[in-house]
Every structure is written in structure tokens, then in C-alpha cells.
């Protein structure tokens, strides 16, 4: 059952072949066995999964069952839902227990799947390794000395080592698509406002957004119809008409147009590790043996897309991170001798130095005298950006490339250099200051690691995104590997 995809799981569960409690049993074991050693998983909860799983079975013996009915799935601990604590990776929120649902738990929770537990992810999602988190280091599964990506790494983490069959993510600057590209999986962000926010712990508001992690498009596909739909009590959520993602998978590629950014495969893509570049090359040979043709396109401003996203992200982090304060809810000081002083023992006890060297940065690009310096010249290098992406979009369908420059990096190795961990996202970032959905595939190995092609895509063409991933996974099996020795 560990390698079946959730559509198989789903025929499983609808034949009788395993019931939702037996499947449920089986992942919440191996999650008991294997889990030490790669701590992705922050809080599971045995009784509540088996107490959801009862609950599908029934509904499926009723004829009541969808696609995800009785499937386990990981939820990142950036989602809050009733009864579990939610921590967001923070000592701030350590004992934290949400009152609502986000509402990604509860479309999930409404097409019947099971919450297998809480994944592990950077601190308040401020990173790129998932080693920021209070709770410890998440570890690769196909080398546990290796990061796997963040601040998602424990989905990801979770579906590597077949610790669940899916999870859900959140990508801020590259968060779903970094960790997916560093574990083998694939992973979408789709369009900002597609999936609703409520309820997701935010870090910087008008970036990040979430987003399904599985083993295949298809499952992808599958997740993200759930996960997508508009929300009222989002301010930032679409009203538009719901669709299929799945609708298009075996569409052929044939006059398939895909736009090779220069600033990726050329003097600005240097950075790029030549065993990664080896495997997008491949993958992009692979696509015209499709029928699909690829043509050079230009994003000029690329190169402005980190030092835009660091003055924006911290920004907004230190706006909204302001609430904790030890006043309401999360951790609060145990001595101290006045308000103000509960304040500043409390944040400084409470959050990780990521978050604080984050929260320090917004902070100052937001006072007064640097408002105009700063921040609103992101703002509008931001929207030169996004102009970039349209030109090139008049030229091409998709866009590909890398997604990390390099595979998984060893544990510790980029921790005490902020601007090198910032980088890990060069490929990333810029797609999240556009609004543009994109996602990750497995494309091939380099010295044993996996590594990841980044397909990038026109507002709301997540089907077309889909299409374009399932047809390369159907013509190739890089998507099925697993890590050994779990």
C-alpha cells in the first residue's frame, strides 16, 4: 500500500481491498518506527486519525465517499485545526492548541481524509532547510544528513520516506517547490488566491501561499481540488468558478511552447550546480521528444528578485508577527517585572534567530525615513518583475528551469550564512512576488540526490502546469524512486 498513489489508494479503499482504519493503522505505525530518525513530524495524534478513519469507513459504507475519502494526509503545522496543536515550528506557539480550522483542514476534512499528524517546518516558515524549527532539524530521507528543503521540509519529508501518501505545504518564496526539488516529490504553489489563507499561520501576507505535496502531477491534481476554491472570510481569495486540475493530464505536448529563461541558462545561471543543470537538460531533451519546442526568453529584473523579496517578507513578517506578545495566547515570560518588560522577555524567549533577524529587518525597512527607500522600491521592483513575466509569456506557454541550484545541502552547512541560505531560492523567489503559480518535478539524480525541474506558468494555468508534469512522469520514473534503508 506504501507505493500506491492516491488514486490506487482510493480504489483500494473503494473495493474493500483495506478500510480507512487499516491504512490509517499502517502509516501511523511506520510513522512510530522511522519518524526519530527523520523528524518530520511534530505532533501525532493515534486516537484522533483513528477516530477520523472510523468516521470515513462509515461514510464510505454509506456511499457518501469522494476521491480523498479515508486517505491519510500530513498537514505542515502552518494549518491550524480544531484540537491539534499547531506550533508553526515555534516555541512561541509550543503549546498552542487551535479552537478553528484553516480552511484547507477543513475542505480536507469535508472530502473525508484523515489527519495523520502535524509536519515539522522552519520557524514561523523562515527558511530553506526546515533547521530553523524549535523542535529540531527535519533530516532527508534519502540522506539524513542532508536538509530537505524548507520551510516545508517535514511534508516533504513525510511523503519521501512514505510516511504518508500526501501533504500539504505553504511556499512564501519557494517552500513547496525548494523541499519537493530537494526530496524527489513533486509540489505546486498555485496562483495567490487560489487557495485560501484562513486559518494558515501567515508570514508574509501578500506572498504566501499554499499548496499540495505528493509523489506524482496526477496526485497533485487530486489534492489541489480539494484545497482550491474561494473563501469569503479571505480578503485574498479569487471568487471565480471552481475546476478540474485533472482535466487536462493526458492532453499531448504536441506545439507545447516552453520559454528558457537566459538569466537561468546563461551567464546568470552559472550558480547552478553543473550535476543539476545535467538533469534539466535532460528533462528539457525529454519535452521535445514529446512534441513540445522550447525558445529563449528574457527575465531582466531576476537578478532583483532576492533583495525585493528580503525587504517585503521581513516587512510584512514584523507586522504580522507582532500579535505575539504573551498578552492572548502562546508563550508568555515567566518573570518579569513589568508590561514592557513581558514584551521583550517573551519575544526574545520565544522566537528562534531567524525569526527575530527577520522580524529586525522589516521592522527597519518600514520606520520612518527608510519607508521610501526601501520597501516601496521593492514594491516596485515587484511589479517590473511581474511585467517581465508577461512579456516572456507573450512568447512561450510554460516556463522551465532549475529549481534549487543545487541538491540537498549537508545539515549545518549554510545555517551561520543567512545570504547563502537566501540564495538557495534565487530560482524561487521571483515567482512568488508575481503571483504565478508553478511547481517542481522530479527530473534525475546528481551524486545520489534528487533534483527538481521548476515549470513555471500563466496565471490560474495550473491544469496546463499539471498536464505538462504528468506527461514527462508517464515517460519517465524518476517520480517513483525511493529512498532505501526506511
Known amino acids: ?63 457518501e465517499a469522494g476521491p480523498l475519502t479515508g486517505i491519510p494526509l500530513a498537514h505542515k503545522d502552518i494549518f491550524c485545526a480544531v484540537g ?21 483542514i477543513e475542505r480536507c476534512n469535508a472530502a473525508g481524509a484523515v489527519i495523520l499528524g502535524k509536519t515539522n517546518m ?18 532527508n530521507p534519502w540522506d539524513i544528513g542532508r536538509v530537505p528543503g524548507g520551510s516545508s521540509g517535514g511534508s516533504a519529508a513525510a511523503v519521501a520516506a512514505r510516511l504518508a501518501p500526501a501533504a500539504t505545504g505553504t511556499d512564501t518564496g519557494g517552500s513547496i517547490r525548494q523541499p519537493a526539488s530537494m526530496c524527489g516529490l513533486t509540489g505546486i504553489k498555485p496562483t495567490y488566491g487560489v487557495v485560501s489563507r484562513y486559518g494558515m ?69 552559472e550558480g547552478c550546480d553543473s550535476g543539476v543543470m545535467r538533469c534539466i537538460e535532460d528533462a528539457l531533451a525529454q519535452y521535445r521528444r514529446l512534441g513540445a519546442e522550447t525558445v529563449e526568453v528574457g527575465l531582466p529584473r531576476m537578478k532583483l528578485a532576492i533583495p525585493a523579496y528580503y525587504v517585503i517578507a521581513p516587512a510584512e513578517a514584523s507586522s504580522n508577527l507582532s500579535r505575539y506578545d504573551g498578552v492572548r495566547y502562546g508563550h508568555r515570560a515567566p518573570e518579569y517585572d513589568d508590561l514592557v518588560d513581558m514584551y521583550m522577555k517573551t519575544r526574545a524567549q520565544g522566537f528562534g534567530d531567524e525569526v527575530k533577524r527577520r522580524i529586525l529587518m522589516g521592522t527597519y525597512v518600514l520606520s520612518h525615513g527608510y519607508y521610501d527607500a ?8 515587484r511589479r517590473l518583475i511581474a511585467d517581465d513575466f508577461a512579456e516572456a509569456f507573450r512568447q512561450c506557454d510554460i516556463i522551465m528551469g532549475p529549481t534549487s541550484p543545487t541538491t540537498a545541502f549537508r545539515i549545518g552547512e549554510k545555517i551561520s550564512d ?46 496546463r502546469l499539471l498536464n505538462a508534469a504528468h506527461r514527462y512522469q508517464r515517460a519517465t520514473e524518476w517520480h517513483r524512486r525511493m529512498p532505501e534503508g526506511l
Not at 526601501?374 to 521592483?381: F, T
Not at 537566501?422 to 503559480?437: F, H
Request: negative net charge; glycine residues 8%; hydrophobic residues 40%.
Open 418 to 463: 543567512p545570504v547563502q541560505m537566501y540564495l538557495s531560492d534565487i530560482y524561487t523567489i521571483a515567482v512568488n512576488l508575481a503571483g504565478l503559480p508553478a511547481m517542481a518535478i522530479p527530473a534525475g539524480f546528481s551524486e545520489g540526490l534528487p533534483a527538481g525541474l521548476q515549470l513555471i506558468g500563466n496565471y490560474f494555468s495550473e491544469a
Open 374 to 381: 526601501y520597501y516601496l522600491q521593492a514594491q516596485r521592483i
Open 122 to 139: 522552519d520557524e514561523f516558515a523562515m527558511g530553506s532547510s526546515s533547521e530553523t524549527s524549535h523542535f529540531g532539524p527535519v533530516r
Open 1 to 63: 500500500m506504501l507505493d500506491k498513489t492516491l488514486g490506487q489508494l482510493s480504489q483500494a479503499l473503494a473495493f474493500g481491498e483495506i478500510s480507512s482504519v487499516e491504512l490509517t493503522r499502517l502509516y501511523l505505525d511506520r510513522i512510530e518506527r522511522i519518524d526519530p530518525r527523520i523528524n518530520a513530524f511534530i505532533t501525532v495524534d493515534r486516537e484522533k486519525s483513528l477516530a477520523q478513519a472510523e468516521a470515513a469507513d462509515a461514510r464510505r459504507a454509506a456511499g
Open 201 to 269: 499561520i501567515a508570514y508574509a501576507s501578500s506572498l504566501d501561499q499554499g499548496g499540495p505535496m505528493a509523489r506524482s502531477a496526477e496526485d497533485c491534481a487530486l489534492l489541489l481540488n480539494v484545497m482550491a476554491g474561494f473563501d469569503a472570510r479571505d480578503s485574498t481569495s479569487l471568487d471565480r468558478p471552481s475546476e478540474n486540475y485533472a482535466r487536462d493530464l493526458e492532453k499531448p505536448l504536441d506545439g507545447l511552447k516552453i520559454g528558457l529563461p537566459r538569466e537561468f541558462f546563461g551567464k546568470g545561471g
Open 84 to 104: 491539534w496543536r499547531t506550533t508553526c515550528g515555534s516555541k512561541m506557539l509550543g503549546n498552542f492548541i487551535s479552537p478553528y480550522d484553516a480552511t484547507v
